[in-house]
């Protein structure tokens, strides 16, 4: 498909979402406060059919990670899921954010207001000093201001973006002009746990599990519900997914770091956790991985080796496998690519296997992807949404 025929069909796929709120007219809201309470029965639905797009951090290849505009323009480039990482304020607020600490990627150093909440804690074991999100008011990060993680990409959108909420985030999806499920992670659950309190008792698993209720997430994996509202929810702590599985009924996705490091919560090794005995047990709770891709292909000097059975393995226990990350940057890309990202997805789609990859640039997977494997019936399904948008226009005519 062209892209000249991409472009207008996402056009295209816009025009039920204005016509509603023509309808209805607009409430005034301002940007992402909440998600709005608009229903458009006629976004289209997710595509199932290929490996999923998902976006890590949104499109943070080209705006500083986990901003507003990051999502949208990875929405806008074709993501099928936006992902995103969970952690808490002091005052008990979710928000979006990777690191516990608030050093790397934003301007907090700078903010001579806040020079006396340096602390230094432990971190999976690790000594870690700077600023944490644990330590700040929602109030007071919303002062901040988020800078791009690498420096070898666009820094002109520096200080512009402050740190939006778990609840942003959530609207930002749910308002797009098509159906866009959302990959949440609940991040370091132990060191929030630790560090942050809640009135009514509850633990951080809790009060994220309460959020995305909130928000109507439920169902099991490809479900009516599901459908209506994609979701895979993330992390690196198994204990934490086994506890949330008593509280929803959403699919789950174990991540697997480095062979090097333990798990956070139960200190098992990458050996114990990806043994046919522990893929056993976690599969009761669990739809799938996230591995390090490196963990899957491990590359020497750069240059890829011999493949494992991970993937294999994880598929035989009826798991999928959605590795990160894929960047485009021939920083991270491996010899073997001769710096084409393409070639790349082609390999670990096609040679590997996976069901779905964490990219930082959502638009050369979706361009890669609807080259290789385009939607089937795009022109009756343009037909059909054009028959619906003149039913919606002729019924509000007559109303």
Request: net charge negative; hydrophobic share 35%; glycine share 6%.
């Amino acid at each position: 498909m062209s892209l000249e025929l991409q472009s207008f069909f996402s056009s295209l796929f816009l025009v039920p979402l204005l016509v509603v709120l023509l309808v209805h007219g607009c409430d005034g809201r301002p940007l992402y406060p909440l998600p709005s309470h608009l229903k458009d029965t006629n976004r289209r639905l997710l595509q199932t059919f290929r490996p999923y797009n998902v976006a890590h951090r949104g499109s943070n290849g080209e705006l500083p990670e986990e901003t507003s505009p990051a999502y949208m323009r990875a929405i806008e480039e074709g993501a099928d899921f936006i992902e995103t990482d969970i952690l808490a304020t002091k005052d008990g607020a979710l928000i979006c954010f990777h690191d516990v600490c608030l050093n790397d990627v934003t301007d907090v150093a700078k903010h001579k207001e806040f020079a006396n909440r340096k602390r230094t804690y432990e971190v999976q074991g690790e000594n870690i000093t700077g600023w944490f999100t644990v330590d700040f008011t929602l109030e007071e990060l919303k002062t901040l201001r988020l800078k791009q993680r690498y420096k070898f990409r666009d820094q002109s959108y520096n200080g512009k973006f402050p740190i939006i909420t778990f609840e942003e985030f959530i609207s930002i999806a749910l308002d797009a002009p098509r159906v866009v499920g959302i990959y949440p992670e609940m991040k370091n659950p132990v060191f929030i746990n630790q560090h942050v309190k809640w009135a009514d008792g509850k633990k951080y698993e809790d009060k994220f599990v309460e959020l995305l209720q909130k928000y109507g997430f439920k169902g099991e994996y490809l479900s009516e519900d599901w459908i209506k509202q994609p979701i895979f929810i993330q992390s690196f702590a198994p204990t934490s997914l086994v506890y949330i599985s008593n509280l929803t009924n959403s699919p789950k996705i174990f991540l697997i770091d480095d062979v090097t490091i333990p798990t956070q919560d139960t200190n098992q090794s990458y050996w114990e956790i990806t043994s046919d005995d522990y893929f056993d047990f976690i599969k009761d709770y669990v739809v799938g991985i996230g591995p390090w891709k490196d963990t899957i292909v491990p590359p020497e000097h750069n240059h890829l080796t011999t493949m494992t059975d991970l993937v294999a393995k994880a598929h035989a226990h009826n798991l999928q496998v959605h590795p990160y990350t894929f960047r485009d940057e021939h920083e991270f890309l491996h010899t073997d690519f001769h710096q084409d990202p393409y070639a790349e997805y082609n390999y670990w789609i096609n040679e590997v296997g996976v069901d779905g990859l964490f990219t930082d640039f959502t638009g050369s997977l979706h361009n890669y992807q609807e080259w290789t494997s385009p939607p089937k019936g795009d022109e009756k399904n343009v037909s059909d949404l054009i028959n619906k948008i003149e039913a919606l226009i002729a019924s509000f005519k007559n109303g």
